[in-house]
């Protein structure tokens, strides 16, 4: 395998979507090419403001153009394209699960003798880590050799006189560079800044860039002179021949260049990270041209094909779910919606069926942690900030089912929103016929149980509170769950599993409100023929609860009091 090939598959291999979708694979290489070529372009015109504004007071001839100034403006070039580079191969459009040290160390030997399963697991955890641990190491030399090439065309640093005088100047920008580097690149990875957020707004990218221009002055403000302080006082710790042995109006010079020069490096960073959020979040239309040949005969294989054949949980594959859920939400491209509920059913089908798939793998991963023993104890003792390694585990494996909450939260608010809509626009009733409205019910309904006993709600039916369509009161169902742990579950209140619960538990019960807006006089005439069960809850069993759990739920949200 050549270079090239190397570094293309370890940039694009988890976000091009596997490289067998043709022309479509090639979207994110072109959109990492324009990020490249646009960092390039925004930083030499940092680069130049900076030199004319705030460098030309330490500078005679700041634009004087010698061999010395090219070669540095080309490392300069050259450690901020890396670091561009850096953070297109550390993101990931979802979370991703990493070993921690104390894993690693312990399993170091496992992992190169033993096979299996787990083994695989834990190698994938470490691989993670070790990304981020390469990040972190090349962000604090693409910060020594910035902050080098920016300061050191000032009076201050270029007019030494001696080799000597070079190295000690050289190591001490050197050094504080590298500190402010690694300061960063901690902060990045600690704080999951390498997780694309898809913007719930899509707006044109230069107003997207537009928006976020305050918050990265404000944040390289912040980072440079933490930075600042943080690289100083470890540079008294320095051999005392790269210490400054000049006048004091030497030195306060030699710190103002240096905060100067570290400003225009963490904010040439934060732009770059900013314009990397922004190109690669923004819409993908998977359709031909409207009134070409494919428009007219098949206007939904490219989208469809992208779903289905591309690598599960893909740059490309989210993507295509966000162009989906635009489509199936909005009213821009009606004719693509109108492609869905084509008179065969088999177009409908694959798109719900491309969307439960997100939802079972959640529901499956969240049942799995709620059912297991360890899990119960690992709630309450959070709840008490108990902390063995064995309940952290457990607590990290519900954390980690919410990783792809995005890819969840886009599925449901598809269906639903497709379901909603086919009430008016499924002229040959596919959705009906297919059976595929009982079923994103009843999926939906069990994702919302699943959800709401992790965040401590009681999940069974109340015999006081609910009565049957006869008057009969019915008996106590329950989905196997013991109290203690959704009580527990809800002495964890603010922490972040708990947020990003109820953020998918609000946007489930929205779409199970907009099925149920655009089916209500429907459902109430089953619900008084006592066929409610039967036209809106699959008859099998159902992914999480029982069936008589997602009869009352469903009757709720017909009340209009499920909350």
């Not at 409207?290 to 490309?316: H, I, R, V």
Request: aromatic share 12%; hydrophobic share 45%; with cysteine.
């Amino acid at each position: 395998m050549s270079i090239s090939a190397a570094l293309d598959r370890a940039l694009f291999k988890d976000k091009d979507g596997g490289g067998g979708g043709g022309g479509r694979t090639t979207i994110v290489t072109e959109r990492f090419k324009s990020f490249l070529i646009w960092q390039v372009l925004q930083s030499t015109f940092l680069l130049f403001i900076f030199k004319t504004l705030f460098f030309s007071p330490f500078t005679t001839n700041p634009f004087t153009p010698i061999f010395f100034s090219f070669i540095s403006l080309l490392l300069l070039q050259l450690s901020l394209t890396t670091f561009a580079a850096l953070l297109f191969f550390v993101s990931s459009p979802h979370a991703l699960p990493y070993a921690s040290p104390l894993e690693i160390s312990l399993s170091f030997i496992r992992l190169i003798f033993v096979s299996g399963g787990e083994q695989s697991l834990l190698r994938k955890r470490v691989g993670v880590s070790f990304c981020f641990v390469v990040f972190v190491a090349l962000c604090a030399a693409s910060g020594a050799v910035a902050v080098v090439c920016v300061c050191w065309a000032c009076d201050v640093y270029s007019s030494v006189d001696s080799t000597s005088n070079w190295a000690a100047v050289l190591g001490n920008l050197g050094f504080r560079g590298f500190l402010i580097g690694l300061f960063y690149g901690l902060h990045y990875v600690y704080h999951h800044r390498w997780v694309l957020r898809f913007p719930i707004v899509q707006r044109p990218p230069f107003f997207s860039l537009k928006m976020g221009l305050p918050s990265s002055i404000g944040q390289a403000l912040r980072f440079s002179a933490v930075g600042y302080v943080l690289s100083g006082v470890l540079a008294f710790f320095l051999p005392i021949e790269y210490r400054n042995r000049g006048s004091v109006g030497l030195l306060i010079a030699e710190q103002i260049i240096f905060y100067i020069g570290s400003f225009f490096v963490i904010l040439c960073w934060e732009l770059s990270h900013h314009l990397h959020q922004v190109l690669h979040t923004k819409r993908v239309v998977f359709a031909p041209l409207k009134g070409s040949a494919a428009a007219e005969t098949n206007p939904s294989e490219s989208l469809l094909a992208t779903l289905e054949e591309s690598t599960p949980k893909s740059l490309l594959q989210y993507l295509a779910y966000l162009d989906l859920c635009m489509v199936c939400e909005n009213n821009v491209d009606t004719w693509r919606r109108a492609a869905f509920f084509e008179e065969t059913g088999d177009t409908y089908k694959r798109v719900v069926d491309a969307c439960m798939q997100p939802l079972k793998e959640f529901i499956q991963q969240l049942a799995d942690g709620l059912e297991s023993s360890s899990a119960e104890k690992s709630m309450v003792q959070l709840s008490d900030q108990l902390s063995s390694p064995a309940e952290r585990l457990a607590v990290s494996k519900l954390s980690e089912s919410f990783f792809d909450s995005q890819l969840c939260a886009w599925s449901a608010r598809i269906i639903a929103s497709l379901t909603a809509r086919s009430h008016k626009e499924d002229k040959f009733g596919v959705a009906q016929l297919s059976g595929s409205n009982a079923t994103v019910i009843s999926t939906l309904l069990s994702t919302l149980l699943a959800v709401e006993t992790l965040m401590g709600k009681k999940t069974n039916i109340q015999s006081s509170n609910f009565m049957g369509p006869a008057g009969i009161k019915w008996a106590t169902v329950n989905t196997g769950r013991r109290e203690s742990t959704a009580s527990a579950m809800g002495k964890i209140r603010g922490s972040p599993l708990y947020a990003k619960a109820f953020s998918l538990a609000d946007i489930l019960r929205t779409s199970i409100y907009s099925i149920v807006s655009a089916f209500h006089g429907e459902m109430m005439n089953s619900e008084k023929a006592g066929l409610l069960e039967k036209d809106w809850i699959v008859s099998g069993k159902p992914l999480y609860g029982t069936n008589e759990l997602l009869l009352h739920k469903l009757r709720l949200f017909l009340d209009f009091q499920a909350s």
